[in-house]
């Protein structure tokens, strides 16, 4: 899916271009235009398929000049050859593959007008155009998956941070059911045997039944009230 960005900064490189064509004397007008416009258009898919858009972008640029168009004239094609070169190592995943793009574009520029040994010079001044937003673009890359991993760790502890409250929430509850478990059976053995006493005492002892349902009403109270610490909490 193509974003905002991904057509923003080419259609801004193409303003610019367009702009420098027409006043810069002495340039072809159809041509350089047609050298700034395709390449920043061929730009918007450099990150979907950077190896194929940014790599035809760049070389679009660079064979450029077998159209009529001075290299040395218009500025804004050195841009948009750092954006193609910097794509390539931004949004290519195998930077092998990058590089022998970047390394191919330079040959191309070297032996485009027949197959000589260009001076030290010549590729220091290509590789540089080329090679070093290449380079850039592995750093952001870098750093972009830095940033994707940290994330991706700091969802998982939170997740875990959440799996141990859940657990520990859980444990409680059960620790809690135990213990109100506990009382109420306690309390409901206190009363079934002062229940089964006041039986035994019925028509004897009156007193004795007294205290017999007495503490059967302190169990009862007891079990409908609960732990001291549940009453508290």
Known sequence: MVQRSDWLVPAALAL???????????LPKLPATLSVVVPCALLVGRRQLPLVFATASAATLLLSVHIGVP?????????????????????????????????????????????RFPPLADWLWVASLTFVPWFFGRLVLAHALQSDQLADQARRLVEEQRHVAERAVADERRRIARELHDVIAHSVSVMVVQAGAARELLGRDEAGVAASLEEIQRSGRAALAGPSWLARS
């Open 16 to 26: 610019l271009g367009v702009v420098e064509v027409f006043t810069v004397d002495g």
């Open 71 to 115: 290299d040395d004239a218009p500025t804004m094609p050195l841009l948009i050859l750092f954006a193609g070169c910097f794509a390539l190592g931004r949004h290519e995943p195998t930077w092998w593959r990058g590089a022998l793009v970047v390394a191919a574009l330079d040959l191309t520029v070297h032996w485009s007008f027949g197959l």
